[in-house]
């Protein structure tokens, strides 16, 4: 891609000493890391081995970097735009959290704008022209906007260097479903000239790394994986006999917890459970603040900005509180009801304790509350008349493929239905998304009907692994063993010993696990469910990961004696 008024040829002398792209030697890279580190974080900072390493990948390739909340992924960035030079793009989920990057970033000193849905066109237009002249280090926005012609058409001008994708997980718990648009994010990277990807987030399972590497289309990537362990967070459960008697538990707990006056999030399921369980606190004495998806832009942003300025000390939220909220002294964490995911779960319990002093988190729950969680994972995909009239035009197309406005047009379907169709279609590998912003069908001449069979099988597939991901949820909650070794091999980690700071190992029932046939990680073949991953194991199970059919908890025993796993 031609940079703006052939700066790319004018700068490649310059370019080719630039620690961000692979170019140059050694000497000028490292040099050229240490002032960016300089820059971003002052003297004398040292970065951490995950950060470096990270760095140093992303000189040469794509990169994912999965690391633990406050382990610094956003001076990731900043000093990976630094090195890069031209227009960093960062593709953020939220427009809350757009907002308070875009803040940090000018902060550090760095020129950021923002185009999202709340801004007004001129505003909007006005942030795309600082881009392409240059007068911006990085543009936030969301996956839906780079997909916009509009944007790809402004950014065409633009010296793209580097895509950042923050809060990559979002790309596996909401892209087959409910952002498709996060399927096209490697294309439109490529589009407007992005040398490099980076992927980043805090917590994702061995499962999400790959939805992560695959569906954001990075290169021979290089994945990163720091320890994502906290301990100084105590996890426990408590069992509840229904939702009326976890409600109040819940509310015993937050109120024992406040009368130090101490910081806390509270997690519910539901908006109708965020006011019931704020009032009931606020009929404890209580003043909690209320989020969730259903307030006004503005009415979010002022409880997100108040607490993490310190005015406000308590939420009663649903899930969508919390991503980029970076408050250090949160000590507790509560949920009422399990997440849709331990992924999930981890995230957000990983919003205590960030300033390393001691916190806990507990989850209530009752043996239904992960019925919610199914219900999400049951997600429907396209229309088989919507597939049946989108397939055929882009087969018509050939080669030359269509924009997303000729295909709209074409299949006389709405922009937001062309998006979910869109995404299904690539995801199960039958169209691809081009770097000049086309798609184009890669499978034949399948017809519609077929292609529609496909979408189900692949939706069943998705159901499955999404069930058992709930699964692992409720074994979470109901296991007597170390909840910590169990959530983090699940996560991807290897932890044989008992943590010394669960409400398991408080009672005496947590075991350690040495010696065990089966470890972490280890690629196993299974005669029924085929090749898998091993995901977690204990004294008496073996959990594994299977490629179609999700989460299988296996008895020790019965393996053993029935040979029924090999490794792969």
Same mark, same amino acid.
């Given at each position: ?122 505003? +909007?237009?006005? *942030?795309?022209?600082? %881009?392409? =002249?240059?007068? &911006?280090?990085?543009?936030? /926005? #969301? @996956? ?124 519910? +399921?539901?908006? *109708?459970?965020?006011? %019931?369980? =704020?009032?009931? &606190?606020?009929?404890?004495? /209580? #003043? @909690? ?142 169209? #691809? @998304? ?135």
């Amino acid at each position: 891609m031609a940079g703006r008024g052939g700066r790319r040829g004018r700068e490649h002398e310059q370019d080719e000493q630039r620690a961000g792209t692979g170019a140059g030697r050694p000497d000028d890279r490292r040099e050229a890391l240490a002032a960016a580190v300089v820059e971003v974080l002052g003297e004398g900072a040292v970065l951490r081995d995950a950060q470096r390493r990270a760095l140093e990948a992303l000189a040469h390739a794509d990169t994912l970097l999965v690391a633990r909340s406050g382990a610094g992924k956003t001076a990731v960035y900043q000093i990976a735009s630094r090195l890069a030079g031209g227009l960093t793009l960062v593709v953020s989920p939220l427009v809350a959290l757009q907002r308070d990057q875009a803040r940090t970033l000018a902060e550090g000193g760095q020129r950021a704008g923002l185009v999202n849905s709340t801004l007004r066109a001129a505003e +909007q237009a006005e *942030a795309l022209r600082a %881009a392409a =002249a240059g007068d &911006l280090d990085l543009l936030l /926005l #969301a @996956p839906e906007q780079l997909a916009r012609p509009a944007t790809t058409e402004a950014l065409a001008a633009a010296d793209v260097r580097l895509v950042v994708v923050d809060e990559a997980h979002v790309v596996s718990d909401w892209g087959h479903d409910f952002r498709p648009d996060y399927l096209q994010l490697g294309a439109a990277a490529r589009a407007a000239g992005a040398e490099r990807l980076l992927a980043l987030t805090a917590t994702a399972s061995p499962a999400v790394r790959r939805d992560v590497v695959e569906r954001l289309g990075l290169r021979d990537p290089e994945v990163v994986v720091d320890d994502v362990d906290r301990p100084n967070i105590h996890l426990a459960v408590r069992a509840a006999g229904d939702r009326a008697a976890r409600d109040r538990a819940v509310v015993d707990e937050v109120v024992a917890a406040c009368e130090g006056g101490c910081c806390g999030i509270v997690y519910v +399921q539901t908006r *109708a459970e965020v006011d %019931a369980v =704020a009032d009931a &606190l606020e009929r404890r004495g /209580l #003043a @909690p603040a209320r989020y969730h998806g259903g307030l006004s832009p503005d009415e979010r942003y002022a409880v997100a900005d108040l607490f993490l300025d310190g005015t406000l000390d308590l939420v009663v939220a649903t899930s969508a509180f919390g991503m980029g909220v970076d408050r250090p002294d949160v000590r507790f964490v509560v949920h009422a009801g399990p997440s849709g995911s331990l992924d999930a779960y981890y995230q957000e319990v990983g919003r205590a304790g960030r300033d390393g002093e001691p916190a806990w988190a507990l989850l209530v729950h009752t043996g239904t509350d992960s019925s919610l969680g199914r219900f999400h994972a049951s997600g429907g995909g396209p229309r088989t008349s919507t597939v049946r009239a989108v397939v055929p035009a882009l087969q018509r197309a050939g080669e030359a493929g269509l924009t997303r406005a000729e295909l709209a047009e074409e299949a006389d379907v709405s922009p937001r239905t062309l998006s979910r169709v869109l995404g299904a279609l690539v995801q199960v590998g039958v169209a #691809a @998304p081009a770097e000049d912003g086309r798609t184009r069908w890669v499978d034949g001449d399948a017809t519609g009907t077929e292609v529609a069979e496909v979408l189900a099988a692949e939706r069943e597939r998705r159901r499955r692994l999404d069930e058992s991901a709930v699964e692992m949820v409720e074994r979470y909650a109901g296991t007597d063993d170390c909840r910590r070794r169990l959530l983090l091999e699940l996560l991807g980690e290897e932890h044989p010993q008992r943590c010394g700071a669960c409400d398991s190992c408080d009672a005496g029932t947590a075991r350690d696990v040495e010696d065990a046939a089966w470890r972490s990680g280890q690629r196993v073949r299974h005669g029924r469910f085929g090749d898998g991953v091993v995901a977690s194991v204990d004294t008496e199970t073996v959990t594994v990961l299977f490629e179609d059919e999700g989460y299988k908890t296996l008895g020790v025993r019965l393996v053993e004696e029935h040979d029924l796993l090999e490794s792969a």
